[in-house]
């Protein structure tokens, strides 16, 4: 045996320990000339092996006592959780890059609009209005489940896309990753399997491995999941839990179809599976898709959503609309978890922008200019070999092929030397399959320099593959 | 063996199975022959056990086709992970009473002030200038450690109570709840023991079962806890996480003496404890108390606070110090399940309240009314034979203890029936220890109706106990 497989070797069998709680936080570990013995090999392989773990703050050595399993044994750093991912394709790198991006670097890969393309005409009608809202608007906590107001208004607005439900099954959350992570907190355990589609929206990845589940995943087409895979899924994986989007599949925006909605649903009530449908780009549709959540009367289909795409991302609000008796076990939990829902003043806005005269229309004109951004933006990328997988019925993602032999991941790489965030394929795929793919936000591609910069960095890649 | 005795054993049996995922959601349980036939005992005996499992919901019967166990195993309810205490005392019961109570109920019981004795004209200020905002604060995500400029401003007021932090160490959260929470869950795994102080404020356990922790307290003296139990309860039970209030302890309102910190603090260094030091009422003591966090300087005590008690809970924000690389950690955990942080325009409106000259004038007119009304409420309490069980410094808590006899359970479901919201002893104490006393906020006393049912109740559940 190799000098190295000797130290990884106790490595592994101290990391074991650890993990079995055999050795717990603050204990002593095995002194290295018995730990030598035990594992027979040599004081100089385990005194490399411990060093190691001292580096990555697994142990910590006390000057002159020995080495010490670290105070926190496993602080949760979400993104080891799961396999070691490339570090460009991690999707907490690239959540972190956009988010704290410079505010003249260029995102295309970032998941939501130009602040100019919001409706902040009404946004600030609405806060000059609560501005004048009586004292307890301004200072008090809210009810557990959130403003009525705007919970009647989205109860209203369901009834369009075929769901019949009353406010008591509206649960508002202070955003719409938190509402999925709620649902998340209460539906899964540790080690339970989840599906999610292949390529899927990377922060559900980050979120679920927070939950330190496993996954499953099927690849989701034109007209949504391969419906042969998902049940093969089912069968063999016995997941718990599949997380999509149905309106606007993020990355891919496709649209799933009646048929493979009702196969989809049928599958997850034979093998007792629970959907959410997460449809936060909803709005962005020329007309409402097949629902999953519809279809299912609100028994097994959990449906959440936000309006930080559509209307502020600075004033957040999610919704979860649910089963009656889920709802009130989700109350609790976010009333333990957060002290009630969301900011009563931010519901108040959002219900205010949305209940504005002004607000339909404004949306009409964004789905139009979205429309036209798509189209330019698609004949662009066509002009540098990059091909959209389809044209999506709305929104403002792209989700293309690149020119042969180009790894989305090593663009992106180059793209930040040059101030772009960029979204590669493999941030979206827990199997790492879409390394030839990249998704484009068209409505931060107007500026040239996206292009430009673009047409650069390919030419960068292209040249170091030849 | 008895009838009873026997059902309990299936009842135990199956319930294994289930904790164990022997028997997962969705399959099939023994059949009813078959299963009394491996316990021994008679087929009616399953059909008891099984109609009893069916009837809270951990299998369900399908006609013609036998018992399932249910789709979701253990949809997460809170409340059931700990020993089932009095409804009355149930601290979800009390949280949901009084954030859902009529506007018009009286709400001695709550957390909070009155709408009208918050800032509301810096606040109405604020939201006038954020109307005139650029686009970006009001539409966009924000970064991910949040708003730059109250950071800063945070870190500067931490100087005064001894702190010497930078912004890069604030982690701003959409509430102190869910400062907590965060930590929580990057600290804590099931089954990890956790210490609070008996009393503690009600929601930390709450927050903490929905972590799946055990218990071990230790008794809150005048000066902070009782050092020998601390101590005690650190070598016996090894917690791995101290959360509590320093300055005006909820609901004692004591405050914690340079001694007993000190002490507590070489304790959990020996230990090797992490503590979480909640301060959300810290802007209430009329000068700054001894700090675990700055006596450690940010080494194994995290510093979480909001501004929901003093500025709005409406405009919600809570934040994190602590340690660099746990800060770090924090921020993806966030990433993950709330892609960002607080809301920038809450952010914004908070720093503009706070960073306005009118504040600090607020907040002293704040704290002398305090003082009076803590006086004049005390004096009205001593006629009904309440008594403080001391005179806190500051804040609007009164711990008092009810004339001999008096359960304050029986006082609360009492008072609910009159409309009144109250917050009894036990909900605060783990070991369930403090029956005899009751937490009054004095802010919320105000209206001579509160004391006149208060004296109707206590004469009525007097005369039931004579």
Redesign the interface.
Known sequence: MKQGTRTNTVIDAIQRKINSRAL???EKLPSIRGFAATMQVSPSTVVEAYDRLAAD?TIYARRGAGFYVA??I??????KVGPELDRAVDP?WV??QS??AA?DALKPGCG??P??W?P?NQ??QA??S???A???????????KGADNLRRLLARQFIDEGLNTGPDQILLT?????AI?LIC???L??GDTVLVDDPCYF?FQ??L??HQVNFVTVPYGKNGPDVDQFEQALIQH?P?LYITNSALHNPTGATLSPQVAHKILNLATT??M?IIEDDIFAAFEPAPSPRLVAMDGLD?VIRVGSF?KTL?????CGYIVARPD?IE?L???Q??????GP????AELIYSVLSSGSYRKHMEALRSRLDTCRSEVAAKLAALGIEPWLMPRGGFYLWCSLPGGVDSADLAKAALAGSMVLAPGNVFSVPQSMGGFMRFNVSQMQDPQVCETLERVLRTVRSGIG
């Open positions: 717990k936080p603050g703050g105070p926190l496993q602080p949760f750093a979400v993104a907490f959540s972190r988010l704290d505010t939501w609009l602040a100019d919001m902040h946004m600030r806060l000059r609560v501005g004048r009586e004292d307890a608007l301004l200072a008090d906590y809210g009810s557990t202070p955003s719409g990753t938190q992570d907190r209460f539906l355990r540790p922060n980050a979120l491995r927070a016995k718990s093998h007792d629970v097994r930080s502020s991302a600075s004033v957040r889920w076990a109350v609790d939990l009333v333990a978890t957060n002290f009630g900011s009563p003043l931010a």
